[in-house]
């Protein structure tokens, strides 16, 4: 069945270090969200991505969607302790006409003070 | 700002027993969804429903899971006869449905965190 990959699990920076995770699909997805879970929290929605090739920005953190919509990331610019968490990508199959998410293992994010 | 809630947040229950998780979606969202998250491991759909019905399951949803809408604000998960493996947090989640939920958000609940001893 479709997976989705996502490196790398873990990252541990210095506060004000860049920071990147990876998304890979098995198969061609309609689209793409990224979600951030706070220790014991639940899963808080930032960003949908729909077209090849695009790019979107919030504040410091900027996604991508990649041009055969197999693969995303997520960069996130002079990190803060606040952006301390697990970050999920969820695709969805190709055909767009699922609601079903498909989820990437996380990558956990530590930012040292 | 609507949310989803989920109730409730920790269950603990006996191996073999019936549980019932409940959750209420944001009030205008159709689409409604549960996922588990066994502790440390990656978000996992289990079912999705839309007008009183089941639209989508995987195959972790057999015959000891069922869902239902009892009434216009809740939207419960079953789970007939537990077993160890079961032990999980589960999430709701809910999607307006207006675009179809093909590209809809999906906004996801506090979670209940189930222990099956």
């Known amino acids: 069945g479709q997976q989705v990959m996502q490196i790398p699990q873990y990252q541990h920076v210095q506060e004000g270090e860049d920071f990147t995770t990876y998304c890979n699909s098995s198969?061609?997805?309609?689209?793409i969200q990224w979600y951030k879970q706070r220790p014991g929290g639940h899963p808080v929605f930032l960003i949908q991505l729909v077209k090849s090739g695009e790019v979107k920005k919030q504040k410091r953190l900027t996604f991508q969607f990649g041009e055969a919509k197999k693969n995303s990331s997520l960069h996130i610019t002079a990190t803060q302790t606040t952006d301390v968490g697990t970050y999920f990508c969820a695709g969805r199959g190709g055909s767009g006409n699922t609601g079903k998410l498909i989820f990437g293992q996380g990558t956990t994010l530590q930012v040292k003070p | 700002e609507p949310e989803v809630t989920q109730t409730p947040s920790h269950q603990v229950t006996q191996m073999g027993q019936e549980v019932i998780l409940r959750c209420v979606p944001i009030s205008n969202h159709l689409y409604f969804y549960w996922y588990r998250q066994i502790l440390g491991q990656k978000v996992e759909f289990l079912v999705s429903?839309?007008?009183?019905?089941?639209?989508?399951k995987s195959e972790i949803f057999d015959d000891q899971f069922s869902v239902e809408r009892p009434d216009g604000s809740n939207f419960t998960l079953k789970i007939r006869s537990t077993k160890l493996e079961d032990s999980a947090m589960y999430f709701c989640a809910s999607s307006r449905g207006a675009r179809g939920h093909g590209t809809d958000t999906q906004y996801f609940g506090p979670g209940t965190r189930l222990t099956v001893l």
């Open positions: 198969t061609t997805l309609s689209n």
């Open positions: 429903f839309y007008n009183n019905e089941i639209s989508e």
